[in-house]
């Protein structure tokens, strides 16, 4: 039978019926929702993690907006890798529905929405070409953010100039130099690679391609360790709420250090401030520099009663007592909060061990003092108990579990891909599971479709 598709012809072994067109409609639908709720539990996501890591009373609002921009970026790499795979096993499939086992050396432009009906079809049907564009999108958005978008962004706001040009001109020099230098640091590369190598232009591309692809293998196994063996245990550790507690109160110290240090600089720099503030009059030319270095001080500010150090007039000087009151100022906010959340983590800890024993079955926290007005809210409180006293350290060490089994499985699939030739098969685990998903979905289309 010969059928058309928007002008385009094609061969088909077996007769269309009617029905099969309508499907196709129904199937790029499932394809449109499910992106739409995907992107939908992406920007949840994503605002739920900016909101909780951003320090609203001090950010700039595009800071958090770039910020937004990259995560959601990297997480939409996670759904659109599925969407990819299937719209190639979707694209293989309507290659053999409409040609056969016949072998094409170019690529086929193949037509739009069709499906296979012997082989049935994913439901995560992307056209080849929208992916196309959909991961050039993705790439190069994240490689100008990467590269150029947060390191720039990063100096002008560490920049302690006082006028918006002086701070974009700033933080300009300072991406120039560093780029100058790595650029420096390839030429010299390439000029070696050239004299002693004797290297082609095509042959300088490619190996500049495996430099950028070995650097990011790197960064992925990095991380990927970090995933592997450090997320296991400390699930494990925290399954031991002994140990977990010397821990807190062993990084406690520390911490309490880090930030008695930490309040001594913002005290030490405060009274400079003050020293400059009794030197320089209302009239004075950097009068105005000092008020914006004042307004960057905290509220304990008010409580200086002198200052201390060496005056220096001097718009370099100005810029320096800016940089130091900007740093004293956020170091200062990063270790109180380091310590102040390991601290309420460790009171939390010793309120679950300590209510372990409770006859009320309730638990008593150190902060909150919850009295139950009704019965519900009492079998909540006990639901709360049992949970926290008997249900959570197995919990965690079943999760943690499940991550070393998961940890084994991505090592021995990433260990044995390269003995495809040798043995002919595919030994990955993920391979395997992927195959039977993909065996069991068609059967079930096929039912569905037999049936209706």
Known sequence: VRVSFCGNEARVGSSLHKSNFLKMDVVGLDTLLLCILCGIILILFTSFLVRRYSDRAHSRWFVDGLVWIGWFMSFAIVVFIPLDVASSRHEYQCHRAFYGNETLDEPLSLPPNCLAESEGSSVFELETQTMSHVWKALYWTTFVLCWIGYPVLQSFMNAAHFTLQERVIQALKENLIYYAVLGGIGVVIILYLVVKRDLAFSELLAASMAVSNAWGLFVVIA??????????????????????????????????????KAKKELDDTMKLVKK??????KEHAFREYLDQVIKKCPSEYGKVLYGEGAVDFGYGAMVSLHSRVMYATLDYRRCRWLYETKLTKAYELEDKMASKGNPERMMRWTFLERVPKSGWQRLMYQVEWLWIVFLEKWTLRFLSLLYILAALCVIWSEGVFWLYELVGTNLSIFYWMVKDENDMLRQVILQVENSS
């Open 276 to 281: 400059y503030e009794d030197a320089i009059g």
């Open 223 to 260: 991380l990927l360790s970090y995933g592997l063996v450090e997320i296991p245990k400390r699930l494990w550790r925290q399954g031991d709420r002994t140990l977990t507690l010397k821990a807190y109160q062993f990084e406690l110290v520390g911490l309490l250090e880090n930030l008695e």
